[in-house]
């Protein structure tokens, strides 16, 4: 398995707050993806980085930030929690071009 | 616009039949195409990959699909389904931004398959 952990795995937050989850790989790739699963949407693309300190936004950035300082670590934040934001976040990491994504196991966050 | 769809969003299957799950997409140049199969509480695990070449590829777990251009499709097959293949599959087109060169997948919304004992 690509060596991807993602923390914390679960977490339960209030209307407001800010949260920060993390990915850390040990894989050295360069790209990295942030995602989020809702049921009947599948996963759609939050933001994704091509290097340290090169991200650019996907699909659903609205209400989230991140940040890349180091090739092993890629931040999201959503700066003021929303209860719309309740999702499963999955990371992924990529290799080069012709490189598949791997994904981690994911964090199941809860704004009430 | 880009887009994937998997237009079955439950299958259910007895154990020992022969799946086909569907998947088209569509998108512009030549596509990158994968399938993933995520277990409840799991990520996501890459089942296959098509990128050029033979259009019938092979993956993990006795899965195979099939790359048709003409009618936009990667379908996802196998011929002899096991109570342990009950997940949900998701079917994914890379593409690439031909200003930025950055690469990025979208997915289909998922089929969930079910087998009966």
């Known amino acids: 398995d690509a060596g991807i952990t993602q923390s914390p795995r679960h977490k339960v937050t209030e209307t407001g707050t800010p949260v920060t989850l993390r990915c850390h790989q040990t894989e050295n790739h360069r790209y990295m993806y942030w995602y989020r699963q809702d049921p009947g949407h599948g996963l759609r693309l939050i933001h994704y980085s091509y290097g340290v300190k090169d991200t650019d936004k996907g699909e659903v950035s609205d209400g989230y930030s991140v940040s890349r300082s180091k090739t092993e670590d890629f931040l999201l934040t959503l700066e003021s929690a929303t209860s719309s934001q309740t999702s499963v976040y999955f990371c992924?990491?990529?290799?080069?071009?012709?490189?598949?994504?791997?994904f981690g196991d994911g964090t199941r966050l809860s704004i009430l | 616009a880009q887009s994937v769809t998997q237009p079955d969003i439950h299958i259910t299957v007895s154990e020992g039949a022969s799946l086909e799950l569907r998947c088209n997409y569509s998108y512009g140049a030549t596509p990158y195409l994968f399938w993933y199969v995520q277990s409840p509480g799991q990520g996501l695990q890459l089942l296959l990959k098509y990128f050029s070449g033979d259009t019938l590829v092979q993956g993990i777990k006795g899965f195979e699909a099939e790359f048709k251009r003409s009618q936009s499709s990667f379908n996802l097959r196998k011929p002899s389904v096991h109570w342990s293949d009950a997940a949900e599959y998701f079917c994914?087109?890379?593409?690439?931004?031909?200003?930025?060169?950055?690469?990025?997948?979208?997915f289909g919304t998922g089929t969930r398959l079910k087998v009966l004992a």
């Open positions: 992924a990491i990529r290799g080069g071009v012709l490189q598949p994504q791997h």
């Open positions: 994914a087109v890379g593409t690439t931004n031909t200003t930025s060169g950055t690469y990025k997948y979208i």
